[in-house]
C-alpha cells in the first residue's frame, strides 16, 4: 500500500511505542539548535552560537542507569587528566596575577569543552548510534521546513529573491554539517529509514526527493564553507569509490590541474593575492575580521602557549567577540598547544575508525572538519553532542574487542 494510505496513519501510534522512537525524538530534542545571538561581527550584524547542552543530562541517566564509569584507553585518560590540571592551574594563576574574576564562566566553559570527552567512559552502542542517526536526518528536514515557512512567509519572496539579505534571513552555516551528514546517511541508508517510517511504496521517488530536500538545505545556509566542504566530501566519495584504474586517472588529473595552478601562482599569484587582501582583508569585511581575531588569538597564545587561556573564550579578550570564527583558533585559545594537540588527535581517531565503520559518518565529519576552519563546530551543543556519542561508540568498541 502507498505511504499516503490510511494504514500509515494508524501506524503512528505503532511508532510511537516501538521502534524506540521516543528515543529518537529524546535525540532530536539534545540536537535542535537554540539560538544565542549578540551582535559583535565586524560589519555590527547578529553573530550567534548555539547552547542547547540539555544533552548532558543523558550523561547523567547513563551513569545512574549503568552504574558505573567504565575504564576508556589511557591517552583519553590522561588527556581528561590534563584538563582537569588546566582548570586548576587557571584558577591559580588568576588568583597570584589578580585577573579578573571569571571563575564562573571558567567552570561552564570547562564541563563544555570536556563535554565531548565524557562519552568515552559510557557505554554507547550500536542501537543509540542508529538511533542518533534517524534523529539527525529527520531534525533536518524540521530545520529545512522551517526555513521554507520562513521563505512564505515573507512578502514577495519568490518573485523579489534578490531583494532580501536571506543570509541573515535563513543563513545557518553553522548547521551546514549537520545538513551534510544527514545527506550521506540518507544517501547509504535510505532504505533502512524509509523501512523504519514504514514508507514501502514509491521508494525511489522519496529517497530523491528526501535528498533533493536536503540539498536545499545545504544551498539554504548561504554558506561558502558549507558549499565546499559538501563539494569535497563528493570528491572523497567518489575516490572511494573509484576502480584502481579510475583512481588513477584521478591522480594523474589532480596532478595536471595542480601542475597548472602551480603555474598561474608562479606567474600571477602575487598579484592575484594584492588583489584579494585589498578587496578581502580590511577588518570591516568577513574574511577580513576573521584574519584580524586570528592574529589577536596567536599574539594572545603565544604568552601562555602551553595551557592557553584557560577555557575562557575570545569573548575576554579586548575587542573579541563570542566568536573565535574557526573551531581550530578557538581551541588554541581557550587551552593553548598541549590541549589542541589533545583535541584533534582524538577527533583524527574518530575519523580514522568511522572511515572502517561507517562511511556515511566518515563523510560527515569531512565536513565537519572543513567547516571548523571558518566556524566553530564542536563548541556548538549539537557538534559536541554528535561528537560525544560518535566518540562513545568507538570506545566501547574498542574496550569490547580488548575483552574479547
Not at 539534545?30 to 547552547?51: E, G, Q
Amino acid at each position: 500500500m502507498s505511504f499516503l494510505k490510511l494504514n500509515n496513519i494508524f501506524y503512528l501510534p505503532k511508532l510511537l511505542k516501538n521502534n524506540n522512537f521516543h528515543i529518537v525524538l529524546l535525540f532530536i530534542f539534545f540536537l535542535y539548535p537554540i539560538k544565542y545571538s549578540f551582535n559583535l561581527d565586524a560589519d555590527n550584524s547578529p553573530d550567534h552560537t548555539y547552547v542547547n547542552y540539555s544533552f548532558l543530562l543523558y550523561i547523567l541517566y547513563k551513569l545512574v542507569n549503568d552504574k558505573k564509569i567504565y575504564t576508556s584507553n589511557n591517552f583519553l585518560n590522561y588527556s581528561i587528566l590534563f584538563f582537569i590540571f588546566l582548570l586548576i592551574y587557571s584558577f591559580i594563576d588568576e588568583q597570584v596575577n589578580n585577573l579578573n574574576n571569571n571563575n564562573l564562566r571558567r567552570i561552564i566553559s570547562f564541563i563544555l569543552f570536556v563535554s565531548f570527552f565524557l562519552f568515552a567512559f559510557l557505554k554507547i552502542e550500536k542501537k543509540e548510534i542508529e538511533n542518533l542517526k534517524i534523529s539527525i536526518v529527520l531534525l533536518s528536514l524540521i530545520l529545512i521546513i522551517n526555513k521554507f515557512i520562513i521563505i512564505l512567509s515573507l512578502e514577495n519572496a519568490i518573485s523579489n529573491w534578490q531583494g532580501y539579505n536571506w543570509k541573515h534571513i535563513i543563513g545557518s552555516q553553522r548547521l551546514g554539517f549537520i545538513y551534510i551528514l544527514s545527506y550521506w546517511i540518507f544517501f547509504f541508508e535510505h532504505k533502512k529509514l524509509l523501512n523504519y517510517l514504514n514508507i514501502k511504496d514509491y521508494k525511489n521517488f522519496i529517497r530523491n526527493f528526501f535528498l533533493l530536500i536536503i540539498l536545499i538545505g545545504i544551498y539554504f545556509t548561504i554558506s561558502r564553507s558549507a558549499y565546499f566542504a559538501f563539494l569535497i566530501t563528493i570528491i572523497v566519495f567518489i575516490y572511494l569509490n573509484y576502480t584502481y584504474y579510475a583512481k588513477l586517472l584521478f591522480f594523474s588529473v589532480a596532478v595536471c590541474l595542480s601542475l597548472i595552478l602551480i603555474f598561474y601562482f608562479t606567474n600571477y599569484g602575487p598579484d592575484i593575492i594584492n588583489y584579494y587582501i585589498k578587496l578581502n582583508l580590511e577588518a570591516d569585511t568577513s574574511i577580513g575580521y576573521r584574519f584580524y581575531i586570528w592574529k589577536k588569538i596567536i599574539i594572545i597564545v603565544f604568552k601562555n602557549p602551553l595551557v592557553g587561556n584557560g577555557y575562557v573564550g575570545v569573548a575576554s579578550m579586548e575587542g573579541g567577540s563570542g566568536s573565535a570564527h574557526s573551531q581550530y583558533f578557538d581551541v588554541l585559545f581557550r587551552v593553548g598547544i598541549i590541549g589542541f594537540i589533545i583535541y584533534f588527535f582524538t577527533i583524527y581517531k574518530i575519523l580514522k575508525f568511522y572511515k572502517k565503520k561507517d562511511l556515511s559518518i566518515f563523510l560527515g565529519l569531512i565536513s565537519f572538519l572543513i567547516i571548523g576552519i571558518f566556524h566553530e563546530t564542536i563548541k556548538l551543543s549539537h557538534g559536541s553532542c554528535i561528537v560525544g556519542f560518535l566518540l562513545g561508540y568507538m570506545v566501547t568498541s574498542n574496550r569490547s574487542l580488548i575483552l574479547k
